[in-house]
Structure formats: structure tokens, C-alpha cells
């Protein structure tokens, strides 16, 4: 079942600081993974089974591959110290002390971490310590030569990925590395209506009622969606709106992130636009990647899907353009804005605007 990323989660946080579940567990639930708050309670809507989503993340082969390959590049037999940040069951840990990694450290605030320390005992790993809680509330953290953390979301930052790794560079030595290294985030416009109709059921329902409000409520969300290249028109009309280095050396980027796209409507394979699809590129080291662009082999990862308010039909010289904003820094959770204009001559002639924010209903 695929659902809106609610509020923490690719969809819309909340108004407050977010201390609460309510946002976060439609992540639990409906997406890859929920965010973990500091200081939050765990209610018993929270209570997915966490196995079931470490079996997909393991049955992930290119993931696994990837992060494999990027550990060879980094671990020097013997030498290299790690902090597995979001160790889970401790996979990334258990195949950088196979690679010859000195020692690791597992970070995981989740219940995970035992069954982690069985897994380690049970496979003979030795050299490993466990530490229950989340990465930022540490507050003398190992020094160390690696930081790994696979904390991707399929809205790329709804884990907080971004926020984890820049605070994880208290964990490194001089000239420490972090995994991954690099994250491009991509938009597309969506010219199928398959997604739309899915998500669009209100004014079908029927009975005489007018839903319009709900309605309104819901198509403020970002949708966890596979999306396909015929969903696209079949064209990769995606465009960068996001680069973040996430080497300890470049500058901490922020948590406001935000961008401007245009596509002229001659360039894109349909007149009419239903509304946009978000994907990302990460590189854990320079060819070293994964990607859950459309157009790639599936991972576990899906895409996201933005609706719009009504659809847009271009004219042949119009321009499409879609404002992104996005926000996640701790006390937001996760929030997105996108505002869709159409314009010809210069002169806009259509507009929309939603916001996560609007999309989320308290719990
Ligand atoms: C996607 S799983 C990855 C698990 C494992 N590293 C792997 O690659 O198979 C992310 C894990 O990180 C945990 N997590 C996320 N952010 C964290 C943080 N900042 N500190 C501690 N644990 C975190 C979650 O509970 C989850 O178990």
C-alpha cells in the first residue's frame, strides 16, 4: 500500500517542533523507514515490525553491492576505525570488519542493535562496539577514520541523512571520511495521469458528498510511488534542484534547501502535466552509486510523487516552471513546498502552490 510520506516524511511535518510520532510513523509505515526524533515516545502505531524493513533493505542487491564496494575503496586492512551510524543489523559493520576495518562502532537508537550484537557472535565478528542511541545526542563520540550511514529515504532526505552526517563530523579524525559522500536530487514533470487518478479518488466517492476539503488536505502530500518511465512520457526530462557534498571538507550545507526548475514545454513529451516525480542519485564515493531514477534498475527504494491541484496544459511556447523548498532541519521534521507556475511570454498564466504542511492532519 503506498501512502502520502506524511509529515516527517516526504510529506508534511508539522507546525511545532516535532516531538511527537504522529509525522514520523506514516514514514514507519508507508515508507522505507521511519526518522527518529530525539526525546520522542514510541506509541503503539509505531510498532511495525523493524524486520520487515531490514529485509528489504538486505534483499537490496545493487545496495548492498554498492556500499561493499565503496567500503574496499575506504577500509585499510588493519587500520582504517568506522562508525556505523544507523547499523540496523550491523550488515555495513559486519562487511567493513570482513574488509579488514580495525574496529567499528554501531550507532543504532532502535531495538535493532541486539539483535546486531546475536548477529556479530553468531557470524564470529569481533572488534565491534554498541551503542544504543541516536548519533547526535552522543555526546563524546569515537574518533574514527569513516563514518558510513545509510540513512537514505525515498524522499532522499526524509531520514535525516543530511543532519546526521553533517553532526557526524564530530566523529572523525583529521582527514576522516564519510559514506556517502555525495546526493543529487531530481525532478521531472509527470504527464501520465495514472498516479493522479490513483491518489484522486474524491470527487468519485460519491453518496452527494463534497470531500473538496479532504481533498485539498491530500493533494498537499508527497506520494511514496513507483514511477515509471511511461508515467514521464517516457523521456528523462529530470532535472538536478539539489546538490549536496556531504564530505567533512566542503561546507555544512543547510537544512533550507530550495530551488527553481524550468522546462520549456516543446522540450517535454506531452502537453499536459499531472505532476512531478522526485528521485535521487547518490554517490557513496566518485563511481561508486546508487540511483532510483525511473529510468535505473528498481532498488527498494521507490520515487516520489507530487501531485498538483488541477493539471496544466502547456501551450507549445509555454515554460513550466516548479519552485521547490524543502526543510529539514530536527525541529521541522520534514517539510516541502512546491509551487507550479505556467508561463507564456513571460507572463504566468497559471499558478498552484502546496506545502507539505498542509497536507498533515494531527494525530
Ligand atoms: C536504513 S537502515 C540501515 C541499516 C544498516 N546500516 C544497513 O545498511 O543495512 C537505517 C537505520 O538507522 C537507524 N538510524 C537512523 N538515523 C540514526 C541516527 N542518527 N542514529 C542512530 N540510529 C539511526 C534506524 O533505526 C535504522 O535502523
Redesign the pocket.
Known amino acids: 500500500m503506498k501512502m502520502p510520506v506524511g509529515r516527517p516524511s516526504p510529506g508534511m511535518g508539522r507546525t511545532e517542533p516535532a516531538k511527537t510520532w504522529g509525522t514520523s510513523s506514516c514514514i514507519c509505515v508507508f515508507s522505507?523507514?521511519?526518522?527518529?526524533l530525539a526525546y520522542e515516545p514510541v506509541p503503539e502505531a509505531a510498532a511495525v515490525s523493524?524486520i520487515e524493513?531490514?529485509r528489504k533493505?538486505?534483499g537490496d542487491a545493487p545496495?548492498?553491492a554498492a556500499?561493499q564496494a565503496a567500503l574496499k575503496q575506504l577500509v585499510v586492512p588493519g587500520k582504517t576505525t568506522v562508525a556505523?551510524?544507523?547499523?540496523?543489523?550491523?550488515?555495513?559493520?559486519f562487511l567493513a570488519r570482513r574488509l579488514g576495518a580495525a574496529h567499528c562502532t554501531l550507532?543504532?537508537?532502535?531495538g535493532?542493535l541486539e539483535l546486531a550484537q546475536k548477529l556479530a557472535r553468531q557470524n564470529g565478528i569481533d572488534q565491534l562496539s554498541f551503542v544504543r542511541?541516536?548519533?547526535?545526542?552522543?555526546r563524546k563520540p569515537p574518533k574514527v577514520d569513516l563514518v558510513?550511514?545509510?540513512?537514505?529515504?525515498n524522499f532522499a532526505l526524509e531520514?535525516?541523512?543530511l543532519?546526521?552526517l553533517i553532526?557526524?563530523r564530530r566523529y572523525l579524525k583529521p582527514g576522516g571520511r564519510v559514506l556517502p559522500e555525495r546526493l543529487r536530487q531530481f525532478a521531472a514533470p509527470v504527464t501520465a495521469p495514472r498516479l493522479q487518478r490513483e491518489i484522486d479518488i474524491w470527487p468519485q466517492v460519491g453518496y452527494g458528498l463534497d470531500l473538496s476539503a479532504a481533498r485539498t488536505v491530500s493533494l498537499n502530500n508527497m506520494y511514496v510511488k513507483q514511477v515509471a518511465p511511461d508515467d514521464l512520457g517516457g523521456r528523462d526530462t529530470g532535472q538536478i534542484w539539489d546538490d549536496l557534498d556531504l564530505r567533512p571538507q566542503a561546507r555544512a550545507p543547510d537544512s533550507r534547501r530550495s530551488a527553481t526548475l524550468r522546462w520549456k514545454a516543446a522540450d517535454l513529451p506531452a502537453a499536459r502535466i499531472e505532476g512531478f516525480a522526485l528521485w535521487w542519485v547518490c554517490e557513496l564515493l566518485p563511481g561508486v552509486g546508487l540511483s532510483t531514477s525511473p529510468f535505473a534498475p528498481p532498488t527498494h527504494w521507490d520515487q516520489i510523487y507530487l501531485p498538483l491541484l488541477a493539471p496544466l496544459e502547456l501551450a507549445a511556447d509555454d515554460v513550466l516552471e516548479l519552485m521547490l523548498a524543502c526543510d529539514t532541519r530536527p525541529d521541522v521534521g520534514v517539510r516541502l513546498g512546491w509551487k507550479t507556475r505556467q508561463l507564456r511570454a513571460g507572463k504566468t498564466v497559471g499558478e498552484q502552490a502546496q506545502d507539505s504542511f498542509r497536507g498533515r492532519v494531527e494525530m
Open positions: 522505507r523507514i521511519r526518522r527518529k523493524e524493513l531490514h533493505l538486505l545496495r548492498n556500499f556505523d551510524i544507523g547499523a540496523g543489523t550491523g550488515f555495513l559493520s550507532i543504532e537508537y532502535s535493532m542511541g541516536h548519533s547526535a545526542e552522543i558510513v550511514s545509510e540513512t537514505l529515504g531520514e535525516g541523512l543532519e546526521t553532526d557526524a
